[in-house]
Nanobody, 118 residues
Framework: QVQLVESGGGLVQPGGSLRLSCAAS????????MSWYRQSPGKERELVAG????????NYADSVKGRFTISRDNSKNTVYLQMNSLKAEDTAMYYC???????????WGQGTQVTVSS
């Protein structure tokens, strides 16, 4: 049974930091690229950051470059998103996604809410 369980969301003041985690199970974690997406009410889900299965290649949305860092620990089947210098516009539900590197399978987590407000 495939599971992606996000955690680490919450309420933070502007300028603050949060670290999101996504724990995976039920598939060969290292064979999947991992991504973080986010969605705000009334907006489409957007890609925030991605990392290759081996962890060497990363990509980021322009809006988070220099503030967010994606990383993964294949020994723990976990992907992280370190978010610094948070802004009100970062407020959203954050989702973890696994995408098969050499196939078409993909899986989504249930999301964790991040709210940036004073």
């Amino acid at each position: 049974q495939v599971q992606l369980v996000e955690s680490g969301g919450g309420l933070v003041q502007p300028g603050g930091s949060l670290r999101l985690s996504c724990a995976a199970s039920g598939f060969t974690f290292s064979m999947y690229a991992m991504s973080w997406y986010r969605q705000s009410p009334g907006k489409e889900r957007e890609l925030v950051a991605g990392i290759a299965g081996a962890g060497g290649s990363t990509n980021y949305a322009d809006s988070v470059k220099g503030r967010f860092t994606i990383s993964r620990d294949n020994s723990k089947n976990t992907v992280y998103l370190q978010m610094n210098s948070l802004k009100a516009e970062d407020t959203a539900m954050y989702y973890c996604k696994a995408s098969q590197t050499y196939g078409i399978r993909s899986y989504w987590g249930q999301g964790t809410q991040v709210t940036v407000s004073s």
